[in-house]
């Protein structure tokens, strides 16, 4: 009778977990969710933008150009899209209705005198979220702060410039964070690594929370305006949860 019951619970969670997977995106690398238009915007790695409705139907994809997109960001105010743009490490901006490449933003790479910032292929920027009066990328590292390239999230305040500047950081002691978050007033992180989803008080400067998420590759996170919580899979899937 245990075993039964063990049997169906296990096949009970694997049916839940599979309904949760929306559409297939090769590659995705990155989430957000659009308040103006009610939609979803996925990145992947090929330089490829996807807009998807929440049930998941393809409504609109588009090659932005030759960049590894590893996250994105929906400027819902301003009609614009976000991509943090990993290798550069720069922020490409795009308009939302027409998906056209409007400019490419520069970030500088240190922080009091420690560079934060490194161009090479192993880490850079996979995460990429807005908040009031700011902007916050992850940086994907194995490294602790304030060692160079570090596994930190980083603040910047504006992008009226070619080239910005790393306003704070936030050293959260977490490995391989490839996905943020703002939600109702707190930074929500995705470790690719250790399968976990963090929630991260802004305000007291620590984490409040984690929960542990099941084994995928996590490259995206976000949230919408119905109590849904949707993850970008590196491995090719959109998973859709009740948060």
């Known amino acids: 009778m245990r075993s039964c019951i063990l049997f169906l619970t296990l096949f009970f969670t694997a049916c839940s977990h599979s309904d949760s997977r929306l559409v297939h995106i090769p590659e995705a690398s990155g989430i957000c969710y659009a308040h103006n238009s009610n939609t979803l915007f996925v990145a992947n790695d090929e330089g490829k933008v996807f807009e998807i409705t929440a049930e998941g139907e393809i409504l609109r994809k588009k090659r932005l150009g030759n ?57 850079g920027l996979e995460g990429i979220t807005i ?43 977490y490995k391989d964070i490839a996905g943020l978050a703002y939600h109702e007033g707190y930074l929500y992180m995705v470790s690719d690594t250790e399968n976990l989803l963090i929630k991260y008080d802004l305000k007291k400067n620590k984490t409040v929370s984690t929960r542990k998420l099941a084994k995928s590759a996590q490259e995206g996170i976000t949230f919408d305006n119905k109590g849904y919580m949707y993850i970008a899979d590196d491995e090719g899937s959109i998973i859709k949860e009740r948060f």
């Open 131 to 173: 908040a009031p009066n700011a902007i916050y990328l992850s940086n994907q590292s194995n490294k602790k702060w304030p060692k160079s390239d570090p596994s930190v999230v980083i603040k910047i305040d504006s992008l009226n410039k070619k080239k910005v500047a790393i306003k704070k950081i936030i050293d959260h002691g």
């Open 67 to 123: 960049y590894d997109l590893e996250g994105v960001a929906c400027d819902s105010e301003n009609g614009q899209l976000l991509f943090a743009v990993e290798e550069s490490d720069n922020i490409l901006i795009v308009n939302q209705k027409t998906l056209a490449v409007q400019k490419e933003i520069n970030i500088k790479r240190k922080f009091k005198d420690i560079t934060v910032l490194k161009k090479d292929k192993k880490n």
